[in-house]
């Protein structure tokens, strides 16, 4: 018997459970039905039974890894060594100019501003990085601000400022891990140890950092005590050079490499860097419902094409199952165009080219190039 089916017996042991039992020991010459005097005298001691039953059945789910939820679910991963990952705050680039649009140099750090809205992002200036230029911090944790760019107005009063704008959004934000993907994390097999800087160490040194949202590790890649990180962004793109500048001297400072002042060991070079985006254009003929048009389904189709990069690229760190070491991750042709044949309105589609070409796209990883996905033009003929 598992958990999950000692919980589902204890369950079942309910009000019914319990008053079907009691007045099984009673004599049938008496009056059992509900509303009967031994069924009412019964009726709070069979209640209490079953309040009983739930909390045993709370218990034995919160115990097992497998079954916990919440608060309990992070003790258990405090047991293995582990946390679960927090959620992190999006940190924006701006500008900001005067009437003439000339750059003000009157922000400082510790000012604040707005998004334009009904509920607006408020942020925080944490950088200056130019003359009218800084890097702003959202107050608020998750992956809610990530998607904001275009005008901000100022919280702290600044007369010489007439115009202020979010430009980019180098190292977007995460949101709380989940109950799902945590349980996942904590009842995957260990297939080796984090020990002294071995590839597992870098993994796990990777995740600890907030901003990075996967990473590949490459050891001596060019000889032995060098290594390279290529890291993604917590929208899983290529990282800005913020973030790439952020992670290498946490990890290995540039003025102190291979000195061990960075989480790396004593005599490791690390070099990180962002993959190099392939762009992989979407060609294919579809037919679709006789009352619309392919225009009418093209926003959906790309839509969901994007969806399936997204997917993919969730999978860019995975190491290669049939070796146990390195990477492989492959664009197929045949599960781009089941997700044409999702979108409403589309009867039928031919096998997409990718690139141009009647084949899967299977990504590149070296130590010199590793390849990001990221979707194209999407074509759709008639």
Known sequence: MNPEQLIEQIEAQDFDYYMDKALANVPDTVDKREGSIIYDALGPACMALAESSMSLATVVRQTYTATAQGEFLDYRAAEKGTARQTATATQVSAKFTDSDGQPVTSVVVGDRFASLGDEPIFYQVTELTGEGSALLTAETAGSGSNGYRGQILPVTPNDSLSWAEITDVPVP????????????RLLSPDTYNAYGGNVADYVAILSKIDDVGAGQVYPAWQGGGTVKLVILDNDLRAASKELLATVKNSIDPDEVTGQGYGLAPIGHKVTVVAPTELSVDVTTTVEVDSQITIKAVQAQVEA???????????????????TGRGYKLTLYRAQILSEILKVEGVVNASMPKLNGKDADVDLVFT????????VGMVTLNG
């Open 304 to 322: 969901g094409i994007a969806d399936y990069f997204q997917k993919r690229r969730q999978d860019w760190d995975d190491v290669n199952t049939a």
């Open 367 to 374: 130590n010199s190039v590793s390849q990001l996905p990221v």
């Open 173 to 184: 934000a995460r949101d709380a891990e989940t109950d799902d993907h945590l349980r996942e």
